[in-house]
Each structure stands twice: as structure tokens, then as C-alpha cells.
């Protein structure tokens, strides 16, 4: 398409993501960043200066008016995803846009509409990044799919954490995080995005919700008891699928007690338990039947490759972005099944 010129992309948002996504893009070697855009000249000026990049902009549409830029990453909070990935596929130009790329049903729906009528640009969010795109989702998905299981009956996901909220004791610039108006979620978005693009990816994404239960709690201490924190600190979701699957989900960026990130895999002749994130364990304990009906305990120790911190999980995202305007790659994970993760979120929440 380019006749081997480097795709020329762009970066909306110059916080803490926008410097990962700007070195991802630096190591792809077939797109370089020739424009940010932030509303704070001081911070545009701080990343500019940091990867000498030559243009800045604090109006976006500026750069959207340039018909030399190929494409966006959007890394602004996520209340104003819609509106921009919205401009941006307006401008014909493919669009990341980080997770959760929107905060509301009819937002969701109207971008997906937009998309399926400019099949043309490649436009994406960034769910698969900790999730599809590094080797632990591909070992056990094909683990899965060899049989060696049986029939797969429930999936336990548990990640309960004291005192890790984002704009708190994590990012505290980012004060938008307890916002449910800016932020659309507490742990439940903000990671759920990545739970379940991993754990129905692992399904080959053919099973369909049933059922939904779930209960949240904030208030849990004095920074989040005010009026300002709106997103839930706890959440625990019973779901059951079509297929009979029973998934039970739990996630809390503060609540009185710990659970490390751990992912529990029943099935009719053996189970997993793992911890799916690139930087936690390789290691994925494996429990099957061995001979007079025996349960045997394995240890299976991954090779991680170039996956060993949450960096190269952004490098891989956005090389497989490039990759798909390059038309080299299809997204590993469609709009469509973003939709579909993110619909049950929104039940979860009970998002309008």
C-alpha cells in the first residue's frame, strides 16, 4: 500500500500510555510517530522533547485535517474515546484506541455501526495486548482444543487486590480513574477488558452469555468514601453460557484481603491453574487423569520469549496493529468480539 514508506502515525493523549505506545510503534520498524496532540502544552512539550518528535499539536483536528497521517492511537481517558476514534475513522484513518474504548451501550453500538461501514481502515482497541497476544493465550488454547481436557464446565478467575486503585495509590495523576463518568468502571473495565478477551479466547470465542449475576462494593476506606468515587472497588460476577460454562470473576483494586491474580480451569479430565499475565508466573499447573483414573499433578514451564515484562505486551500490540494496515494481519481480536466482552461489562455494571 505504501510501497515500502513507513506508515505515518499519530498519538492523541500524551500521558503515561502514550509513552509505552510511542516506543511500541518506535519498535516496529515500519511506522514512525510524526505528531502528538495533548491539551496541556506543558505536557505536550515534555513528551516531544523526550522522543524528539518535531510536531505538536493541542487541537487535534489539526492533525486529522493531514492527509499524510495514516493513523491514530488514541490514549486520552476513555470518556472521550467516542468522540475521537468517531473524528478519526471520519478522516479516513485507521484507529487503536485503548481499553475501554467506549463507556456506554449506545457509544459501543454506534462506533461498531461506524466501523462496518468503513471496512477499509482497521480500527481496533487494546484488549488483546496482555491477553492474545503473547504465548501463554496460545499454549493453553490449543491445550484446550487437543481434547486432553475433556469438556470444559467452569472457569474461576480471581485477582483481589489491597490498595492498587488507579488515581490513588497507582497513577495518581490520573484522578479520572474513580470517575465513573470519565473512567465508565472501576477494576471490572479497567481489567475485565483483558479477563475476558484471554479466558473466552480460549473457547475459540464460541460460547454465548446466558445468565449474569454480580454485586459491587466502594466506600471501602476514607479516600473512597466521597462523593468523587463513583467506580466499585470489589466486584464479583457469576455468569453462566449456552454451553452449560460456568465462570465465576472476581476483581478489586482495594478490598480487605488479597488474592493473586489465578485462573482455574475445570474440565472433565483435567484442570489448569496459571496466572495468564506476561509478568506473572510462566509456570501453569496441569492436573489430569492418569491411569486407573489416578489425578496426576504436572508442571509445565513456558517459554516467554520476548514476553517478559507488560513493555513487550505493547510492542506486540502495536506491531500487530501496524501489521493489519499493512495488511499483513487480521485483528486477532475484532471489533465485534470487543463488542461482545464488553456487553457483558456493561451487564455486569449495569451500564445504561
Avoid at 484513518?93 to 481502515?121: C, D, G, R, W
Avoid at 479516600?223 to 460456568?246: P, Q, T
Wanted: charged share 20%.
Amino acid at each position: 500500500m505504501l510501497y515500502g514508506k513507513k506508515l505515518k502515525l499519530a498519538i492523541f493523549g500524551c500521558g503515561m500510555v502514550a509513552d509505552y505506545h510511542i516506543k511500541g510503534v518506535l519498535e516496529t520498524g515500519d511506522a514512525e510517530i510524526v505528531a502528538l496532540c495533548d491539551s496541556s502544552s506543558s505536557v505536550l512539550a515534555r513528551m516531544l522533547n523526550k522522543y524528539k518528535i518535531g510536531r505538536g499539536e493541542t487541537d487535534y483536528a489539526r492533525i486529522l485535517a493531514d492527509e499524510n497521517i495514516n493513523a491514530v492511537i488514541i490514549c486520552t481517558p476513555p470518556h472521550s474515546h467516542y468522540q475521537l476514534a468517531m473524528e478519526v475513522i471520519n478522516a479516513h484513518k485507521h484507529v487503536l484506541i485503548e481499553k475501554p474504548f467506549v463507556i456506554t451501550k449506545s457509544e459501543m453500538y454506534s462506533l461498531q455501526h461506524k466501523a462496518a461501514n468503513n471496512p477499509h481502515l482497521v480500527v481496533m482497541e487494546s484488549s488483546a495486548r496482555h491477553s492474545r497476544l503473547q504465548p501463554k493465550f496460545n499454549y493453553i488454547k490449543n491445550l484446550i482444543s487437543s481434547g486432553d481436557l475433556g469438556d470444559i464446565y467452569a472457569i474461576h478467575h480471581n485477582a483481589v487486590f489491597r490498595k492498587s486503585r488507579p488515581g490513588i495509590e497507582y497513577h495518581a495523576d490520573a484522578k479520572w480513574f474513580y470517575d465513573k463518568k470519565l473512567a465508565g468502571g472501576g477494576p471490572l473495565i479497567d481489567w475485565g477488558v483483558y479477563d475476558l478477551s484471554f479466558h473466552l479466547g480460549i473457547l475459540n470465542d464460541n460460547v454465548n452469555l446466558k445468565y449474569l449475576k454480580s454485586f459491587h462494593v466502594n466506600g471501602l476506606d476514607q479516600k473512597s468514601a466521597n462523593d468523587k468515587f463513583s467506580v466499585e472497588e470489589h466486584g464479583i460476577v457469576m455468569m453462566e453460557f449456552d454451553n452449560k460454562l460456568i465462570y465465576y470473576w472476581e476483581r478489586a483494586s482495594n478490598a480487605h484481603n488479597e488474592a493473586l491474580n489465578e485462573t482455574r480451569i475445570y474440565g472433565s479430565k483435567g484442570g489448569l491453574k496459571f496466572n495468564y499475565l506476561t509478568w506473572g508466573s510462566s509456570k501453569i499447573i496441569y492436573y489430569r487423569l492418569a491411569r486407573k483414573g489416578m489425578s496426576k499433578k504436572n508442571l509445565i514451564p513456558l517459554e516467554m520469549g520476548k514476553h517478559k515484562t507488560y513493555l513487550e505486551d505493547f510492542y506486540a500490540l502495536d506491531a500487530h496493529f501496524v501489521q493489519c494496515i499493512l495488511g499483513k494481519q487480521k485483528p486477532i481480536l475484532p471489533l465485534s468480539l470487543s463488542v461482545k466482552h464488553l456487553e457483558i461489562i456493561f451487564q455486569a455494571l449495569k451500564t445504561p
